[in-house]
């Protein structure tokens, strides 16, 4: 029983105890936090003082205990910068003839195949002619008989035998039948369809005894010489380029490249997507190319002789526009300084700068990202010149 009348009396005296710990540990830390302020602003008046003492005595001691950021430096590029756009277009040929059948007929036998070559003049298909040569064979007999017939009548004229009626009636007999085997024969070759140039036979779908009617498209030839690239190109690119400027050309599904030029820029604007047409000869020497395969010709829309430009990479932007860190002199060290610039043109990891740099300035190429105006420098073996 005493115990328990001992805890009951003992507990709240334990509990003020420590509820008020806490308050006088939080004064007791205030007032040793102000007690080292008033330290440490003794401490840094006497280190002032001993360092302005130092350095009235060694020049070199300030620049000695400053804490430097290792940085590459070198100058801005000055010269000539071009600017150029990949524009996609496809293949063609100015030899991309289409073959219609002049006759209407059955397919009797087709020569050649999808992508294989032919030179001109050689024979692709050729169309059921039964009729027709059954009607030349007929002209050819009734022709010979007149033949015979007009030569005996010709002769009996010239001896004065029988009438100018009818040697008249023989002779031209004789050539109106003439006539007709011409054109007959004429006929006759068009059911011979012909290659109209020197190429490859492309989209011929048709099979042998399927007939086709007159004007119906068979095949087509696409010439393996006069390849150009045909390349629609923005609007806002007019004016931009000429004929015969260079272009660079890359063929994606071979991995080739070469080199030519514009050779004809449309003056008409697709109102549907807004574009014109650019059109890119390709050299003779380029084996690979095929109709309507993809190709990359990369235009040049701008160049600048005279142009000051940077890696686009060091080029930052804060509030007040778009700055490159620079290395200026100061107290006999080197820090870093903010230069604003107007930016022009950027292409493969350069831009054109318009305004803002000289060219003479020493830029700030590597570690620019670990400096902020005022920060001393200290140039690495990489810096450039």
Same mark, same amino acid.
């Given at each position: 029983?005493?115990? /328990? ?32 302020? +008033? ?6 008046? +006497? ?27 070198? /100058? ?64 050819? @007999? !009734? ?22 009626? !009818? ?21 006759? $070759?068009?059911?011979? #369809? ?14 042998? &005894? +399927? ?11 696409? &010439?393996?010489? !006069? ?12 004016? $931009? ?22 050779? @004809? ?16 000869? #390709? ?32 080029? /930052? ?9 620079? @290395? ?7 820090? @870093? ?49």
């Amino acid at each position: 029983m005493k115990i /328990q009348i001992l805890a009951t009396l003992l507990i709240p005296t334990i509990i003020g105890i420590y509820s008020c710990a806490p308050q006088e540990d939080l004064e007791g830390k205030k007032a040793k936090l102000a007690s080292l302020r +008033e330290e440490a602003v003794k401490i840094q008046g +006497e280190i002032g003082a001993l360092e302005k003492e130092i350095i009235e005595l060694d020049t070199n001691f300030l620049a000695s205990q400053r804490n430097y950021t290792l940085v590459s430096i070198g /100058q801005a590029n000055k010269g000539k910068f071009i600017h150029k756009v990949d524009v996609r277009g496809t293949v063609a040929s100015k030899n991309n003839i289409l073959v219609s059948s002049k006759v209407m007929g059955s397919i009797m036998s087709i020569k050649k195949e999808n992508g294989e070559s032919v030179r001109e003049g050689d024979i692709v298909m050729t169309i059921d002619a039964t009729i027709l040569q059954n009607n030349i064979a007929e002209v050819q @007999a !009734q022709l010979e008989l007149a033949i015979t017939l007009f030569e005996k009548q010709k002769a009996l004229w010239d001896q004065e035998i029988g009438t100018e009626v !009818q040697y008249l009636q023989a002779k031209t007999n004789k050539e109106t039948l003439e006539k007709r085997l011409s054109t007959l024969r004429a006929q006759l $070759k068009d059911y011979y #369809i012909k290659a109209p140039a020197d190429g490859q036979v492309n989209n011929l779908d048709m099979k042998i &005894g +399927e007939t086709v009617a007159m004007g119906t498209p068979v095949f087509r030839v696409v &010439g393996t010489s !006069q390849m150009y690239i045909q390349a629609s190109v923005s609007e806002r690119y007019i004016g $931009k380029f000429k004929i015969g400027d260079s272009v660079d050309i890359e063929f994606p599904s071979t991995n080739e490249s070469t080199s030519s030029t514009i050779s @004809a820029i449309g003056r008409v604007i697709n109102d549907e997507n807004r574009t014109f047409v650019v059109e890119v000869d #390709i050299p003779e020497n380029v084996n690979l190319a095929r109709a309507n395969q993809v190709a990359v010709a990369t235009l040049t829309d701008y160049s600048n002789d005279k142009a000051i430009t940077v890696p686009t990479k060091i080029i /930052q932007f804060d509030n007040l526009g778009n700055f490159i860190f620079v @290395a200026e002199k100061a107290e006999n060290s080197l820090v @870093a300084e903010k230069k604003y610039v107007t930016t022009g043109k950027s292409f493969r990891g350069k831009t054109e700068i318009v305004s803002g740099l000289t060219g003479k300035e020493q830029i700030i190429l590597e570690g620019y990202r670990d400096v902020s105006k005022g920060t001393f420098l200290k140039s690495s073996d990489l810096a450039k010149s």
